[in-house]
């Protein structure tokens, strides 16, 4: 069956053309930032980013935070897997870096000492919860004394969690320390797919946490799936589907798998002879649309689903939806916050990005020096086309006005060259571009990221492209 070929043009929020992604696929990068972190430079470091948290006390009015902690520990290597990890068993390895990671926290409090309150928090990794139960407790406590949370009902905290490392009884202890928002790994349920991305995790454990955090108050789950993996085909991602839209959780993420086995070393441990070829992977794609717009969820954009009451939804609905390294938020423009090796934040008009390993990690903090390794000051060009591409990537829609209004710049002449380049992908049913608006029409929202790399003005050859992964 090709499923490429089911129609959902019927569904104004988002509509699969198999023959349309066949032709304009390419790699291009995810805009998770802009400029995107390959760009950052070494030139910028740790008193850089001080100017830039000065910076902040001159604006008059202190914003909330988000809030990024970083644990690189698990258990056992998945072979998909492109994250800053560290795999390993000892854990006393993670008792060294609870304390040096708290010693950053609390010079990351003490540097926004008047400012410090938070209204988003997310634990990412690796996994967060190689840390036990009591570390964790000692890990939240230590973030309570440096920062100020934002009551449950207002502050988004949230965990990536595990489902083979956690049980119902560590999930309701995660949500007595504060967590409200939990995104579980499943990737896939079919045993055969498991094993050949060394992941094996049974369905009824799945289950049983996804319970569990309804039974414990939590306020959003989110099921974390991939298409592209060894062993997949469309029967074995529709028996998935089925599983998980039976779970109701909500939000649902469906990555693309990147293969790229020459920059991430546990990938080259995948069979190439398992791998699903280009039109089963878009058939995958075409079925996950469809099953989860049929299923009542919102296309949110970048692989991101919701049901229509979720805060991404409403956010999506009211224009305030935003997007960083955690992928899309309801937190527009607070600065971020970031601790933990490879972290990543965002304060002021600036990127900054932490030591990639635990010893330069421990170096750092040993000399009482925050531990930024690299960054990008933005320029007013940088600014420009960050909103430009951050607009269109969680509304699909831009307003002309509202940029000439926030920038000193006539958008026509400022971005002729992009304008002339946006033409291609008009004729194409991407978008439609007007004097007043440009428009990103149902089938080109799966090609998003193919529009926006039309106003990144850093990617310059075909070569570079190579480092990324596919837009579809």
Known sequence: MNVSAIPVAAVPSVEFDGALIRKLSQSGPRYTSYPTADRFSESFGY?????????LRTRGVAKPLSLYLHIPFCDTVCYYCACNKIVTKNRDKAVTYLSYLKREIEMQGRLFAGMNQVEQLHLG?????????EQMGDLMAHVRRWFQLAPDAVGEYSIEIDPRTVSPER????????????????????????????RVQPEDDTRDIINAARAAGFRSVSVDLIYGLPKQNVISMAQTLAKVIAASPDRIAIYNYAHLPHLFKSQRRIVDADMPGADARLDMLALCVRRLVDAGYVYIGMDHFARPGDDLAVAQQQGRLHRNFQGYS??????????????IGSVGATYSQNVKTLDAYYDALDKNELPVVRGVRLSMDDALRRTVIQTLMCHFELS????????????ASYFEAELERLKALASDGLLSVGPEWLTVTPKGRLLIRNICMVFDRYLTSAPQLARYSKTI
């Not at 309701?172 to 050949?196: E, I």
């Not at 002309?400 to 958008?411: K, M, R």
């Open 47 to 55: 008193r850089d980013y001080l100017q830039a948290v000065a910076g």
């Open 330 to 343: 309801t937190h527009a423009e607070a600065d971020l916050v970031a601790c933990g090796v490879s972290a």
């Open 400 to 411: 002309v006005q509202a940029i000439e209004q926030a920038y000193p710049v006539e958008f």
């Open 125 to 133: 990794g690796g996994t967060p919860t190689y840390f036990s139960d």
């Open 171 to 198: 999930v309701h202890s995660l949500r007595r320390q504060g967590f409200n928002r939990v995104s579980l790994g499943v990737q896939d349920f079919d045993p055969d797919v498991q094993r050949a991305v060394n």
